[in-house]
DNA sequence: TTTGGTAGTTAGGCTACCCTAACGATTAGT
DNA sequence: ACTAATCGTTAGGGTAGCCTAACTACCAAA
């Protein structure tokens, strides 16, 4: 059962949860969001999100005051702060654990971060947490996986099985 | 830089690497691969089909036989290899180690298997194969995180908090 | 005050990906 | 042999998400 369409079943689509999240780091980092420093933060032109902000304005999610400054109603900072929470985990998980260069992990981490149930997301902070509290765990996963990654490192027996080593004939 | 545009870098669109590992999974399955199997399989009309695998029938990805079996070249074969390796690899990793229930599991795999790139879905193997290999490591983690997650379980605190546990404001 | 940069909007266009409906070709059942 | 189902295709339509180009409105500095 592939399922080939590639619909999100979530409310938002990818793009406006994408937004959402950008308004909210804005607001964060420098206390206001207009829709140009929008633009320039996601590298998309002003009139894509003229319009793309419209139906999120349209759910009460964002709203802008009397001088066009974007405002996201507690709703939208609601999505918006579970798209974060989603992104976050998954940059962690993929940089601090899987060891992945912070560009790499930056970019799929946007990209996963539409795609993951709250279920998965939870269960990679119990991962995330078990690593950091336990500190046996912590300890051992660290250095084993450092090991094991320099022993298969350059290049990896898995390019030349054909990537088969993980996955004989499907199901 | 969040980067907004939701495209991805690859050669084929996420539906062309989807169509790909599904006509290998229904070769290897059955050994052989209609249209109208592919677009039951992947629960699309076959209109969507006959149109979609032109492309991949322009760059040589994939053909068919004189009754219009379809056909994956050897390099149409390659990449459905490699899609499926970081499917089944994803699918693994949120099964096995997370523990998410299979459905999900499969259906998360299904969208991110378009969006790691090949450095990630290795460090992934390699984790696989350090809790498979190391017997150590493997059962230690697998307890703990059984415990730590009956521990956790039911209403998370991470709930309550506003999701704000592991995401202090941004960077 | 005129010149010019910045902000936001509109209009029109494009690709990816899906759909339904209608049609020709083949295959199978009676 | 005729009917019925199945297969694949075409034509036309729709949404999401991006673009450029051409505005308007404002604000600021010479």
Same mark, same amino acid.
Do not use: N
């Given at each position: 059962?592939?399922? /080939?369409?590639?619909?999100?079943? =979530?409310?938002?689509?990818?793009?406006?949860? #994408?937004?959402?999240?950008?308004?909210?780091?804005? #607001?964060?980092?420098?206390?206001?969001?207009?829709?140009?420093?929008?633009?320039?933060?996601?590298?998309? !032109?002003?009139? !894509?999100?003229?319009?793309?902000?419209?139906?999120?304005?349209? =759910?009460?999610?964002?709203? #802008?005051?009397?001088?066009?400054?974007?405002?996201? !109603?507690?709703? $939208?900072?609601?999505?918006?702060?579970?798209? +974060? +929470?989603?992104?976050?985990?998954?940059? *962690?998980?993929? *940089?601090?654990?899987?060891?992945?260069?912070?560009?790499?992990?930056?970019?799929?981490?946007?990209?996963?971060?539409?795609?993951?149930? $709250?279920? !998965?997301?939870?269960?990679?902070?119990?991962?995330?947490?078990?690593?950091?509290?336990?500190?046996?765990? /912590?300890?051992?996963? =660290?250095?084993?996986?450092?090991?094991? #990654?320099? *022993?298969? /490192?350059?290049?990896?027996?898995? *390019?030349?099985? /054909?990537?088969?080593?993980?996955?004989?004939?499907?199901?």
């Amino acid at each position: 059962m592939l399922s /080939g369409k590639h619909h999100h079943e =979530r409310e938002l689509s990818p793009s406006q949860e #994408h937004y959402l999240r950008a308004i909210w780091e804005l #607001h964060a980092e420098r206390g206001y969001a207009r829709l140009a420093d929008l633009a320039r933060a996601l590298d998309v !032109t002003p009139a !894509t999100l003229s319009v793309g902000l419209r139906p999120l304005e349209a =759910r009460k999610l964002v709203a #802008h005051d009397d001088q066009r400054f974007l405002l996201l !109603t507690p709703a $939208g900072e609601r999505v918006a702060r579970e798209v +974060h +929470h989603r992104f976050t985990v998954l940059r *962690s998980f993929l *940089s601090d654990v899987l060891r992945v260069p912070e560009a790499t992990a930056e970019r799929e981490a946007c990209l996963i971060e539409h795609d993951i149930s $709250g279920t !998965t997301t939870e269960r990679i902070v119990d991962f995330l947490k078990l690593l950091q509290e336990d500190r046996e765990v /912590g300890a051992l996963f =660290r250095s084993r996986f450092d090991a094991f #990654h320099r *022993s298969c /490192g350059g290049t990896r027996a898995c *390019s030349d099985c /054909g990537l088969a080593c993980l996955t004989p004939p499907p199901r």
